[in-house]
């Protein structure tokens, strides 16, 4: 109900109330209190997970500020560690990336340690100490089952402070982080960042080819999703305009981007990981629901003895068994067998975070690569 009216409320201000205040650039321009957002700064942020490629021009003209405001604004939540764009291969496309989640056991007073450690892989996507039958949750990507084995064997069994480990394979992933929202624009809002946005994903059409070029441009965008195409080249050592082309490709048909906010700004401080079983026949309907609730982050299909993994966002404590009375009347085929609270997230989609969610650091998330290189003719 808020989202809802605030978004109304703040188109119409922009559009007729405008010329009696002062301008928005002045108007927005005070610097809030480190580690609080304001109704502009969640604005941003929404319409950049909408577009998280956006020009400022357009982001500026939707919200009804000056662009060099809303630029002003993001660059500001970005230094502080606030919110971030990144850039991952396309979860959805095993032909891309094979993602599982990892149940971790450590010894005793480790658990924070072998974290941190695990986070400094660039496999390890993201790392969960967690409360209740297991001390962490890893999510890893790799490009197959066979690098996926080695990982098992090396990255976790073989470290030091691990007592062992269950490893849920992904086949398919219903929804994931890419398409949270914050809710803070009206429809009206949302649609024009959503036309500007980039075109629907091509069909597949057998594996897709891919070259280090690709690879190093998904690597660039990963570590900052909204480098310009003049620094993207220079970073890939490319010309602009294959540059400009690939990666009108990449996020086309198999590149995902999205903008990170601080949980703790949310307005979902908390967080849950679910361990669930859905029959085979209700499988499809059962996540379909899940991935239309506002709590769930993502949605893992796996195959385990666990078929479905929940990674949630929730408001209060209380909240963990509410989630679950809420999924027990709209899911009625779901039965959810564990569950764990979220103690700290260690690392988020290569992102580096510190105990209060801000983003501290990047580990580029390792990006699948081909064997065959760039022509001479698109350089």
């Known amino acids: ?6 978004g109304a409320a703040f188109h119409r201000e922009s559009a007729t109330t405008r010329r009696n205040q002062p301008p928005m650039d002045t108007q927005f321009s005070a610097a809030q209190p480190q580690g609080e957002l304001d109704e502009l700064d969640r604005a941003v942020v929404h319409a950049l997970q909408i577009h998280p490629r956006a020009p400022w021009t357009l982001v500026g003209d939707v919200l009804g500020v000056n662009p060099v405001t809303a630029a002003r604004r993001w660059h500001r939540l ?4 606030l919110a971030w764009v990144t850039a991952y291969p396309r979860l959805s496309d095993a032909r891309l990336v094979v993602t599982a989640v990892v149940e971790i056991d450590t010894e005793p007073g480790v658990g924070e ?26 999510t890893v990507q790799t490009t197959g089952l066979d690098e996926l084995a080695h990982l098992s064997t090396v990255l976790f069994r073989g470290r030091p402070g691990v007592r062992a480990t269950r490893t849920h394979v992904a086949t398919a992933m219903p929804t994931e982080g890419s398409r949270w929202r914050l809710r803070s624009l009206d429809a009206a809002q949302c649609a024009r960042l959503e036309a500007a946005a980039c075109p629907a994903p091509e069909p597949a059409r057998g594996a897709p080819g891919r070259d280090a070029l690709d690879a190093r441009l998904l690597e660039l965008l990963n570590t900052d999703g909204r480098m ?8 890939a050592d490319a010309g602009t305009t294959t540059v400009r082309r690939r990666l009108g490709v990449l996020l086309a048909s198999r590149v995902s981007m999205r903008c990170d906010l601080a949980r703790p700004l949310s307005g979902w401080p908390l967080s849950a990981v679910y361990f669930a079983s859905v029959p085979a ?28 993994v929940i990674d949630v966002w929730l408001r209060a404590m209380s909240d963990v068994h509410g989630f679950e009375a809420h999924v027990a009347r709209q899911v009625p085929h779901l039965d959810i067998d564990d569950r764990s609270v979220v103690l700290r997230t260690v690392k988020h989609m ?3 975070l510190d105990r209060d969610g801000r983003c501290v650091g990047v580990v580029p998330l390792r990006q699948p690569q081909g064997t065959h290189g760039v022509s001479d003719d698109e350089n």
């Open 1 to 6: 109900m808020f989202s809802a009216c605030y």
């Open 228 to 235: 310009s195409i003049r620094d993207l080249a220079a970073g």
């Open 78 to 81: 970005e230094d502080a560690g």
């Open 113 to 138: 340690e072998v974290a941190e450690a695990l986070a400094a892989d660039p496999a390890v996507a993201n790392v969960k100490l967690t409360a209740g039958s297991r001390d962490l949750v890893a």
């Open 350 to 352: 290569g992102r580096l």
């Open 281 to 308: 026949r209700y499988l499809r309907e059962s996540t379909q629901v899940l991935a239309g609730m506002r709590e769930v982050r993502s949605c893992s299909i796996t195959a385990g003895p666990h078929n479905v």
